[in-house]
T-cell receptor, first 113, second 111 residues
Framework: AQSVAQPEDQVNVAEGNPLTVKCTYS??????LFWYVQYPNRGLQFLLK??????LVKGSYGFEAEFNKSQTSFHLKKPSALVSDSALYFC???????????FGKGTKLSVKP | DVKVTQSSRYLVKRTGEKVFLECVQD?????MFWYRQDPGLGLRLIYF???????EKGDIPEGYSVSREKKERFSLILESASTNQTSMYLC??????????FGSGTRLTVV
C-alpha cells in the first residue's frame, strides 16, 4: 500500500537560514511526488512535483525538492527562509498519472525574524 | 488556470440538519475528491468520483454521501450533521500528472 510520512510535526527556522521539511514515501511502482503549502484558512496550493527526470526539482516561491530513490525520500528545501514561508506543508504521493493522492499529516513551518 | 470553487468559506449548522457542500471546477476534469482536514490527522479522503454519476468511498465515508449529476459539480452531503463533523472540508480536482487543484475550503461548525 502507498504511504507518506512526514516525521516532523513542526520545523522552526530563523529567517535567512536554510530550511528542510522531510518526507519519505512508500509505493510499489514509480512514484509521482508532490509538495503543497497551506496558509491559514485556505485550501492547499501546489508547490512542485517530481514525475521523472532530474532528481532536483524547482518549484514556486524559491522552493526545491530532492528526490532520492534509494532513501525513498523527497525532502523540501529552501536556501534562505522568509517569515512569509510560515505555513503548513504537505507531501503527497501517487502511483502513475491517475489515481488518488496519499497525503502526509503535514509539517508546520515557523520562520522567526 | 484551473479553478475549483467551494460555495461557502464558513458555515455554521445545527446538529441534525442536512448540509450540502458544493464544489465546482471549470476545466472538465473527470476526477474530483472531497477531503476533511483535522489538526494532527492531516487530510482524510471522504469520497471521490471518476465520472458523472460515479462515486467511490474513501477512507471515512460514514455519515456522508455525495452527488455528481454534472461533470463540473461534486456535492458533499451530511445527511444529519453531528458535532464530530465540525472540520475543514476541502474539494479537489485531478489534473493528471500535475496532481490536484484544491478549492479554498469550507470551515464547517456544527453546534
Amino acid at each position: 500500500a502507498q504511504s507518506v510520512a512526514q516525521p516532523e510535526d513542526q520545523v522552526n527556522v530563523a529567517e535567512g537560514n536554510p530550511l528542510t521539511v522531510k518526507c519519505t514515501y512508500s509505493v510499489s511502482g514509480n512514484p509521482y511526488l508532490f509538495w503543497y503549502v497551506q496558509y491559514p484558512n485556505r485550501g492547499l496550493q501546489f508547490l512542485l512535483k517530481y514525475i521523472t527526470g532530474d532528481n532536483l526539482v524547482k518549484g514556486s516561491y524559491g522552493f526545491e525538492a530532492e528526490f532520492n530513490k534509494s532513501q525513498t525520500s523527497f525532502h523540501l528545501k529552501k536556501p534562505s527562509a522568509l517569515v512569509s514561508d510560515s505555513a503548513l506543508y504537505f507531501c503527497a504521493v501517487k502511483e502513475g498519472s491517475q489515481g488518488n493522492l496519499i497525503f502526509g499529516k503535514g509539517t508546520k513551518l515557523s520562520v522567526k525574524p | 488556470d484551473v479553478k475549483v470553487t467551494q460555495s461557502s468559506r464558513y458555515l455554521v449548522k445545527r446538529t441534525g440538519e442536512k448540509v450540502f457542500l458544493e464544489c465546482v471546477q471549470d476545466m472538465d476534469h473527470e476526477n474530483m475528491f472531497w477531503y476533511r482536514q483535522d489538526p494532527g490527522l492531516g487530510l482524510r479522503l471522504i469520497y471521490f468520483s471518476y465520472d458523472v454519476k460515479m462515486k467511490e468511498k474513501g477512507d471515512i465515508p460514514e455519515g456522508y454521501s455525495v452527488s455528481r449529476e454534472k461533470k463540473e459539480r461534486f456535492s458533499l452531503i451530511l445527511e444529519s450533521a453531528s458535532t464530530n463533523q465540525t472540520s475543514m472540508y476541502l474539494c479537489a480536482s485531478l489534473r493528471g500528472e500535475y496532481g490536484y487543484t484544491f478549492g479554498s475550503g469550507t470551515r464547517l461548525t456544527v453546534v
